[in-house]
Protein backbone atom coordinates (compact mmCIF):
# COMPACT_ATOMS: atom_id res chain seq x y z
CA UNK A 1 0.00 0.00 0.00
CA UNK A 2 1.29 3.55 -0.32
CA UNK A 3 1.80 5.69 2.14
CA UNK A 4 3.65 8.82 0.51
CA UNK A 5 2.44 9.66 -3.00
CA UNK A 6 4.91 12.44 -3.32
CA UNK A 7 7.78 9.73 -2.96
CA UNK A 8 6.25 7.05 -4.43
CA UNK A 9 6.94 5.15 -0.95
CA UNK A 10 5.27 1.97 0.03
CA UNK A 11 4.42 0.33 3.87
CA UNK A 12 7.05 -2.28 2.75
CA UNK A 13 9.61 0.68 2.21
CA UNK A 14 8.86 2.70 5.53
CA UNK A 15 9.29 -1.03 7.13
CA UNK A 16 12.17 -1.99 5.60
CA UNK A 17 13.66 1.65 6.49
CA UNK A 18 13.03 0.38 10.17
CA UNK A 19 14.87 -3.08 9.81
CA UNK A 20 17.70 -0.28 9.19
CA UNK A 21 17.37 1.32 12.24
CA UNK A 22 15.47 4.44 11.27
CA UNK A 23 13.19 5.24 13.81
CA UNK A 24 11.60 8.83 12.80
CA UNK A 25 9.95 9.39 9.56
CA UNK A 26 12.11 12.33 7.95
CA UNK A 27 15.57 10.42 8.57
CA UNK A 28 13.59 7.32 7.23
CA UNK A 29 12.59 9.48 4.00
CA UNK A 30 15.80 10.40 3.36
CA UNK A 31 17.20 6.98 3.75
CA UNK A 32 15.47 6.04 0.86
CA UNK A 33 16.59 8.57 -1.51
CA UNK A 34 13.86 11.52 -1.02
CA UNK A 35 13.01 13.76 2.11
CA UNK A 36 9.09 14.63 2.72
CA UNK A 37 7.69 16.65 0.43
CA UNK A 38 3.93 17.83 1.04
CA UNK A 39 4.37 16.24 4.40
CA UNK A 40 0.71 14.47 4.72
CA UNK A 41 2.10 11.18 5.08
CA UNK A 42 4.37 11.36 8.37
CA UNK A 43 1.71 10.59 10.97
CA UNK A 44 1.24 7.43 9.08
CA UNK A 45 4.59 6.75 7.92
CA UNK A 46 5.85 7.28 12.03
CA UNK A 47 3.02 4.93 12.88
CA UNK A 48 4.68 2.46 10.59
CA UNK A 49 8.25 2.87 11.94
CA UNK A 50 6.82 2.74 15.42
CA UNK A 51 4.83 -0.55 15.02
CA UNK A 52 7.69 -1.90 13.12
CA UNK A 53 10.00 -1.43 16.41
CA UNK A 54 7.54 -2.85 19.04
CA UNK A 55 6.43 -5.84 16.62
CA UNK A 56 9.93 -6.50 14.92
CA UNK A 57 8.40 -9.73 13.15
CA UNK A 58 5.65 -8.34 11.29
CA UNK A 59 7.61 -5.33 10.07
CA UNK A 60 10.08 -8.01 8.64
CA UNK A 61 7.83 -10.30 7.13
CA UNK A 62 6.46 -6.44 5.65
CA UNK A 63 9.93 -5.45 4.26
CA UNK A 64 10.18 -9.03 2.78
CA UNK A 65 7.85 -8.70 0.50
CA UNK A 66 9.65 -5.63 -1.28
CA UNK A 67 12.73 -7.08 -1.35
S1 LIG B 1 2.59 12.28 0.54
FE1 LIG B 1 4.49 11.95 1.48
S2 LIG B 1 5.54 13.84 1.39
FE2 LIG B 1 3.65 14.15 0.33
Not at 32 to 39: D, E, K, N
Amino acid sequence: MYVCICNGYRDRDIAQAAQHGHRDAPTAYEALGCGPQCGQCLSYAQAILDKAHSEPRQALALAVQGA
